[in-house]
């Protein structure tokens, strides 16, 4: 039997700890708050990410405090924006507030709302890097519009697809409030890896990231 907790400690201590990093403490700050964040081993991933494929039009789909837009941002090259989705009015706020303080606040908009109405609201094939961290069980039907607004060649990463590794379980192990998300998201990973659109590879990455290409 794999031990994936023992792997995750194990590369997790790889990870430099820099307290007096701006970026670290704001998600310290938000972790104290209990915020959600994305995992230090998933920054490591989207920064990794964002430095190879130097996008310059990102968006967002659940911005929360805006803690990932601004890892994104301090990623991208000159001339890149993001736009970030989120549902709660304070959250958006926050983002807005925080990524003004780290300098973002000008090449970046977050935009207030439910993602499933706002995603129809946004041009076709404009963005090139897309993280979609929302509503877990709402992937499968924010895919379409993803798809809609990605360009040729796009990068989509998509966060927490393992649910703590229960996604691997039979649905009847599941406890049964959380089948319909179990279903759904196991839904949304058989679309990424036989859609032949995209090229997908499914990361054992923080909570799990499935990373997505958009073929040309």
Known sequence: MVDYERIRTFLASFL???PEDPINQLYSEAREQGLPVIRPETRALIETCIRAKQPVRALEIGTAIGYSAIVTLNSMGEGARLTGMELDPARAEAARENLA???????????CGDAAELLPTLPDATYDYIFVDAAKGQYMAYLPE?????VPGAMILSDNILQDYTVMDSRFMVERRDRTIHA???EYLYALTHDPRLSTSILPVGDGVAMTIVKD
């Open 101 to 111: 303080r780290f300098g973002y606040g000008e090449v970046s908009e977050v935009l």
């Open 16 to 18: 430099q700890d820099a």
């Open 146 to 150: 993803v798809l809609r607004v990605a």
């Open 184 to 186: 759904r998201i196991r």
